[in-house]
C-alpha cells in the first residue's frame, strides 16, 4: 500500500513537472519543405536567437509548405495574425508572388520585420563579349529590343527576370516584353549556355555564379546593390553607372497584421541585435549571403515599394491583367 501511494504521488509529481515545463513559445514558420532557403532562415535564425538569449529557450520550426508560402500567408492571416511570439520566413520570391496577386491578400495583411541578408543580382556576360559596360548592353537594347538573348533561373516574371527588366525600365528602353529571354535551371546553367554562344546575358543570384567570377570566364557589367560587396569590392554596381536599380534577393520575416505595435517593435529590436552579431556575420558569410540590415517601419517601406514595381513590371511584360 506504501509502495502504491509512493508510486502515485511521482506520478502526479511527473505530470505536475511536465505541465510546468516552459513550453517553447517562439515559433518560426518555413513555407516550405525541410532543406530550402526559408527552412534554412528559420533554422539558423532560431538558432542564434536562442544562442544569443534574445528569446526564452528554443525556437520551434514548423514547416508549412504550399503555394510558394501562400499557404503559411493564409494561415496567418486568418488564424494567428495576433501570435506576438511567431515569426514567419520571407523573401523577394514572397513578394513577388503578392505583386502577381499569387497570396490570398495583399502585403498590408502582415507586419514586414526585418531582412538580414541578400543574395545579389548581378548581369553578367561571357569574357569575350563585345559588351564591356552596361551603358554599352542598354544601348544595344535600345536600339534593337531583340538583338540580344538574355537568359536567367526564372521565368517570365520571376527575378531573375524581373531584375533585368527593372535595369531595361531605367534605361529608357519602352517596349521590355520584346526583350528575349531564355529560362534555365539555375544561374550555372544559364552561365555555361552563354559560355556557348546561346544567349547574350544572364541575370542572375551572384551566388550561383561566383565560380565563373572568380576565374574570369564571364564579365559582370553590374551588381545589383546600393554598395559595392565585400566578396567582390571592384566590381561596379548599376548605381554607381547612374541606375538606381537594385536586385537583392533578400531574406527576412514577417509576423501577423495584428501584433501589436509594442510586440512589433520588440521583434524588431531582437533581430537588429541578431544582425549585429558575430554569430550571425558568420552564417551569412558562409552561406554566400551578403548581411544587409533593413529593419521596422523602414523594410516596410522597401516592401511596399518592391511590391509596387514588381506589379507594375509584371504588367508591362503580361504576366498579369
Known amino acids: 500500500m506504501i509502495w502504491k501511494m509512493t508510486k502515485l504521488k511521482a506520478v502526479g509529481l511527473a505530470s505536475a513537472m511536465l505541465f510546468a515545463a516552459p513550453a517553447m513559445a517562439t515559433e518560426c514558420i518555413a513555407p516550405a519543405d525541410p532543406g530550402g532557403g526559408w527552412d534554412f532562415t528559420c533554422r539558423e535564425v532560431g538558432r542564434i536567437l536562442s544562442s544569443e538569449g534574445l528569446v526564452d529557450g528554443n ?38 508572388q503578392i505583386a502577381q496577386g499569387k497570396y490570398p491578400a495583399g502585403i498590408d495583411t502582415m507586419r514586414w520585420l526585418a531582412m538580414l541578408g541578400a543574395d545579389v543580382g548581378v548581369i553578367a556576360v561571357d569574357a569575350d563579349s563585345p559588351y564591356q559596360t552596361l551603358d554599352e548592353l542598354m544601348a544595344a537594347l535600345k536600339e534593337d529590343v531583340t538583338s540580344v538573348a538574355t537568359a536567367g533561373s526564372t521565368g517570365a516574371g520571376g527575378w531573375d527576370h524581373i531584375r533585368l527588366m527593372m535595369l531595361a525600365q531605367a534605361a529608357g528602353i519602352e517596349d521590355i516584353a520584346a526583350i528575349r ?5 539555375g544561374g550555372s546553367p ?10 547574350g546575358v544572364v541575370s542572375t543570384d551572384m551566388g550561383e555564379i561566383k565560380g565563373f567570377i572568380e576565374s574570369g570566364d564571364i564579365r559582370v557589367l553590374a551588381v545589383l546593390a546600393d554598395e559595392p560587396i565585400s566578396a567582390f569590392p571592384d566590381l561596379p554596381t548599376a548605381v ?6 537594385t536586385g537583392y534577393n533578400w531574406r527576412g520575416f514577417y509576423t501577423g497584421g495584428d501584433v501589436s505595435d509594442e510586440d512589433y517593435a520588440a521583434w524588431v529590436e531582437r533581430l537588429q541585435k541578431l544582425y549585429d552579431s558575430d554569430a550571425w556575420k558568420e552564417v551569412a558569410t558562409n552561406s554566400g549571403l551578403e548581411p544587409i540590415w533593413r529593419g521596422g517601419d523602414e523594410f516596410a517601406a522597401y516592401v511596399a515599394e518592391q511590391e509596387q514595381q514588381m506589379a507594375e513590371i509584371s504588367r508591362q511584360i503580361g504576366v498579369i491583367q
Open 240 to 245: 554607381s553607372q547612374g541606375y538606381d536599380v
Open 181 to 185: 529571354w531564355v529560362q534555365f535551371d
Open 190 to 199: 544559364a552561365v555555361t549556355q552563354m559560355m556557348g554562344g546561346q544567349v
Open 59 to 96: 525556437v520551434q520550426v514548423t514547416n508549412m509548405p504550399g503555394g510558394v508560402g501562400a499557404v503559411a500567408f493564409a494561415n496567418v492571416a486568418g488564424k494567428r495574425a495576433d501570435d506576438a511570439e511567431l515569426l514567419v520566413a520571407t523573401s523577394t520570391v514572397g513578394v513577388t
